[in-house]
């Protein structure tokens, strides 16, 4: 039996934020008729295994440290049973899948056609898709847009398969009590803090002396050392040769370190060491579209991929902010231009801000100062910095105290902001507001033009000297 032939204006190959939301502004907005495929489940990383269950398992590890904060206030409780990870789990699982119902129900209503299966492509026109059921379809599209997303990456070395991803992290039935993360970035860090914060012994490998090396200094060096205020292991100068299963539910690790080779019996082991493209089997290399040396598709700034008429953004595209908040303004942009008739539409791909939920939150926006000092001139900047220990805190016992740090970095005699840097409780709403001030192009002076709002941790920011 020959494939179904379907025709449309516009594929979007992705059903994660940054597709289907230019998929809805193309149809729902601009009438082109959109088809969208997707092989796992609508809303992506972001929705099912990234940013929303992650805020959830964050938001249950800061109730537990308030409760434990708690004492320091005159509150006193007696735990009658330890946190019930499995219930938590499954009320989890019941939320993301309530957003998947609305993902979809939002396609309904934009008149987009949903497919779920795999596409790979036959040529530039053309895409085959497979179903679940083993049956084919092949649609023939005018424009297509490639926002597939990516995947988590596991190491080299023997074993790697025992243990298990951010992926994995989710699937999680029982928590684990000993667990290894293996990894620098934002993932590993979030990971780490929220399993500590709700009891996990938690050991942190990572290849250098910190985490978090994109990030300014002041980040990485106030997030390591609190880190390690909390009692989290961190393991520098880390490389592991193998992960054994020991059959009963636990594994071995080896590895070595700063303090030389060892091994470590954990119940789960967590790699947070990347992601790689998820564009393994779409068949990019049949129809021309270039990829860097890490897979991702390279694209300008308008999203356009080096053949006419295929574009690409989100986690699968060289852009390098792989935040979902960054894809979807990308694909209404996108749309906003080919379908929309607003030429030049496009994304600005500067001062974009972001955070992570470590404990406590990160929040950064703009040039870190090392990156300032070498685009502008060290002559050129002038830094301001502050540490305090918030209000919060004022309670308690000196060595539970949480320092907060704030850095703005300012160019010129104007003293333009262009790197605001914040640690400490709060930091992902207050970023929200002050990044708008930052991509606004405010200045120190504009900052110290406005009241601070007493007693907060925000003011801070319209007082520094």
């Not at 009658?80 to 938590?88: K, L, R």
């Not at 926006?365 to 004022?394: C, L």
Request: with cysteine; aromatic share 8%; glycine share 10%.
């Amino acid at each position: 039996m020959a494939p179904i032939q379907k025709e449309c204006d516009y594929l979007v190959i992705g059903g994660g934020s940054g597709g289907l939301a230019s998929a809805r502004r193309a149809s729902g907005m601009y009438g082109a008729k959109t088809i969208a495929i997707e092989s796992k489940r609508l809303g992506g990383t972001c929705v099912n295994v990234g940013c929303v269950p992650k805020k959830v398992t964050w938001n249950a590890a800061s109730i537990a440290e308030t409760v434990h904060d708690a004492k320091a206030y005159g509150f006193s409780f007696q735990e009658t049973a330890p946190f019930d990870w499995t219930t938590f789990k499954h009320k989890r699982d019941a939320f993301v899948q309530r957003l998947n119902g609305i993902y979809e129900r939002n396609l309904n209503n934009d008149k987009i056609e949903y497919i779920h299966g795999r596409a790979t492509f036959i040529d530039k026109k053309s895409v085959e898709v497979k179903l679940d059921d083993g049956s084919k379809q092949t649609i023939n599209a005018k424009k297509v847009l490639i926002a597939v997303g990516g995947h988590p990456s596991l190491p080299p070395i023997p074993g790697a398969e025992h243990g298990i991803t951010s992926d994995g992290f989710f699937e999680l039935e029982k928590q684990p009590k000993k667990v290894a993360i293996i990894g620098a970035g934002y993932i590993a860090v979030e990971m780490a803090g929220m399993l500590k914060a709700l009891g996990t012994e938690t050991h942190l490998f990572i290849r250098h002396d910190k985490f978090l090396r994109n990030f300014d200094p002041m980040i990485q060096d106030r997030v390591v050392a609190e880190y390690e205020r909390q009692g989290i292991v961190i393991h520098r100068y880390s490389d592991q040769s193998n992960l054994e299963d020991l059959g009963n539910g636990w594994k071995k690790l080896s590895y070595k370190d700063s303090n030389g080779e060892g091994e470590l019996e954990i119940d789960c082991v967590l790699w947070a060491i990347g992601r790689s493209p998820e564009v393994e089997d779409l068949g990019l290399e049949k129809i021309g579209v270039k990829q860097n040396q890490k897979g991702l598709i390279t694209v300008d700034e308008y999203q356009n991929t080096n053949v006419e008429d295929i574009f690409s953004l989100g986690d699968c595209c060289d852009k390098g902010f792989e935040l979902t908040p960054v894809a979807i303004a990308a694909g209404r942009r996108l749309s906003d231009r080919v379908f929309g008739g607003k030429e030049g539409a496009r994304l600005e791909y500067a001062y974009i801000p972001s955070v992570v939920f470590a404990h406590p939150e990160v929040g950064t926006i703009g040039f870190t100062e090392p990156q300032a000092k070498e685009e502008f001139g060290e002559e050129n900047i002038k830094v301001y910095n502050t540490s305090f220990t918030d209000m919060y805190y004022s309670m308690m016992d000196q060595d539970e105290k949480v320092q907060a740090s704030y850095k703005l970095i300012c160019v010129g005699k104007e003293e333009k902001i262009v790197g605001l840097h914040i640690l400490g409780l709060g930091s992902s709403e207050i970023l929200q507001g002050f990044g708008v001030a930052v991509k606004m192009g405010a200045t120190k002076k504009d900052f110290d033009s406005c009241v601070a709002i007493h007693p907060t941790a925000a003011e801070e920011l319209v007082t520094l000297k």
